[in-house]
């Protein structure tokens, strides 16, 4: 695609609950990247794609996170036992080959825990 | 701790001042990223500065990587309301997989 989308935008789930939040990068690239923003703040690593592959998945909080990319495209980040501490704006942002590219973001997918 | 500092961490000013916003750290990179995020949308990317001591412009917009490539600078020249937003700057340590964002700069220009 044109860009990279992200959806839903917004995410509204009971504590306790269980959120899948879908990123399609633009066509080729290879590299992907799921990041968390708090309000006011600058966005927080949690997880690298390249190709298919984590490659690097230090920046996720604990084992309640997860993230996919099955065939090298799309990528899914779930969350298990949703918690209200887990409320932000998830981006996704993809890469030709690697961060000295710069990225380019989705809109983001606003979660929030009640 | 964050890696990257940036302050102000606000700024409101007026149509047609001038404004500096700054980036620092304590840690080397081997390049440094600007980025824009407006409300409800994802950081845009601005510029890429690579060596110590470059000066990059696009248009009213000048930054600065500093000669020892552990902080940058962004002026920006008679700004309008277009200039509105969260600035962001990003660092590209070696050895590492991902960009490490700084903590933002809210601007607000008042017509």
């Known amino acids: 695609g044109a860009g990279v989308s992200q959806t839903p935008s917004n995410k509204v789930t009971e504590k306790g609950k269980y959120v899948e939040l879908r990123c399609d990068p633009i066509?080729?690239?290879?590299?992907l990247y799921w990041y968390r923003q708090s309000l006011g703040q600058g966005p927080e690593f949690l997880i690298y794609?390249?190709?298919?592959?984590?490659?690097?998945d230090s920046g996720l909080p604990n084992d309640r996170f997860f993230a996919v990319r099955p065939e090298g495209s799309v990528s899914t980040l779930k969350i298990q036992r949703t918690e209200r501490g887990d409320s932000a704006v998830y981006l996704c942002?993809?890469?030709?080959?690697?961060?000295?590219?710069?990225?380019?973001f989705g809109s983001g997918t606003r979660l929030t825990v009640v | 701790t964050q890696l990257l500092e940036q302050s102000p961490q606000f700024l409101s000013i007026q149509e047609g001042e001038n404004l500096t916003v700054y980036c620092n750290s304590s840690?080397?990179?081997?390049?440094l990223q600007w980025y824009r995020q407006e409300p409800g949308e994802g950081p845009v990317l601005l510029v890429t500065?690579?060596?110590?001591?470059e000066v990059k412009k696009l248009k009213r917009l000048t930054f600065q990587f500093g000669d020892a490539r552990k902080d940058s600078s962004l002026h920006i020249t008679a700004a309008q309301p277009g200039d509105t937003g969260l600035y962001l700057c990003?660092?590209?340590?070696?050895?590492?997989?991902?960009?490490?964002f700084g903590t933002g700069t809210r601007l607000t220009v008042i017509p």
């Open positions: 942002a993809s890469s030709p080959a690697g961060r000295n590219y710069g990225y380019t």
């Open positions: 794609f390249q190709g298919t592959g984590a490659a690097d």
């Open positions: 500065v690579v060596t110590g001591g």
């Open positions: 840690s080397v990179f081997s390049s």
């Open positions: 066509s080729g690239h290879t590299a």
């Open positions: 990003a660092g590209d340590l070696t050895g590492a997989n991902n960009l490490f």
